[in-house]
């Protein structure tokens, strides 16, 4: 790209996550989704660590602050005084100080017990985004205790997924589609029919103020979104009971995986005391070294990475079609439904089974996908259900081309970054959508995006492959 042009974009970006800052977090935009989002700051803090890494340490830090004594992670932290501005809010999960109800959850315990959240939760980008965040500023960091502070909390985020939340395979099971980061994915379907669209809660719909119906998940889905949300909600939160939805998603269990081995990186960069103080000088590549704590918290954690990709190259692959599929856990059947959530597994390619890399890269400039338009679709143009403006099946996500952008950057194909590249050129001029048309780039959603403007500034302003917490790949994989 233009260098100036790439000068004016990074401004632009930089300007719409100064507008949706708070003081505290960065909302995803200031008006359909007034709150914080889980993995949603992730991104942001990704990408103002260029700019502002102390803002972006707070961004997460700020997050972790509303963990659940389960280790769970929320998927929203609210702002009662925003919860008529997106439905479901606070009041439907009867959650926050002074509110008595099952939301609490069994490890809540109390009316009083922390911020008011969503009891569901988001894919496990957060430790990765906060080494990333760390690398960018270890001085930083370091003066903050920013990795001491961070490690324990993520540690146990982890620890929950791989505890209450692991299925029959050993892979975590999301409990409700908003989970997923992907809502009306193509992947959830056949699950979801086994939901009645008959939800108890009078559904509001403001999100439609933003967005055209064309763009948005419809009624039906919408009743059952909020009949499986009624379901956990009212079993207290509780994992084990079942509430009619438990899919294995294999854009979550690759993050959770990469996210594994940056907390390996950052239990090697902590002091042996573990639990609090500085940690050690990590300066350079950003690799954490191989002092501190390099024993047995940073090896649990490369081995629950490998058990994780283990257990994807057994269960969710699908040779025909090329990619990772879901599972359905309540059915043990995959769901052979080629969408990107089955390409971002990509990220660990130097750790799948043989031959699985090349398979994917082919199924990226694969007519599904690359081989037929300019931007990444979120769901294959072969699937059945794509619809070039319709939410996640079919347009173009700009976290979605990050992650592969990233991918294919640490297997050395500038090719295929360029072209992932040239997504985040359309960001600026189409006002930092949502989520953009994959054949012509045109916005949809709602604009002002701030991972979009975040992912933006990365995009841009970084080519860190080193700093992909992933084994080493020969170049050209």
Known sequence: MHKDFEEDAVDAAARVLETNWTGRYTVPATGLYPHQWS?????????TRHRTPGRARAELVQLLDAQWPDGRVPQIVYDVGRDDDYAPGAEFWRSGPGVAGPAAGPARAGPTAGPATSGLVQPPVHAWAAWLVHCADPAGSAREGFLARVYPRLARWHEYLHGPRAGAVGLPVTKHPWETGTDNSPLWDAALERVPPEAHTAIRRPDLRHAGTGERPGSRDYRRYYRLAEA?????????VPIGFAMVCPLFTSVQA?????????????????????PSDVEGDGDGGSGGRSGAAAGAHETAAERVIAAMDVHLWDDD???????????GKRVRRATVNGLVPLLLAGSLATGRSERLLATLTGPGFLGRGPYLPSTSREDPAFDPALYWRGPAWFNMSWLLLRAVRALGRDDLAARLGEHFAVAAPEGFPEYVDPDTGTGRGTRQFSWTAALTLDALLSDERELLPTPDVPSGT
């Open 39 to 47: 993995w949603d700051s992730a991104f942001v803090a990704i990408g």
């Open 232 to 240: 956990y909600r009212d079993a207290g939160c509780a994992d084990e």
């Open 258 to 278: 990469v996210s594994e081995l940056a907390l390996a990186r950052m239990a090697r960069a902590l002091p042996d005391d573990a639990g609090g103080g500085a």
């Open 321 to 331: 079609l090329g990619l990772y599929v879901a599972l359905d856990d309540t059915t």
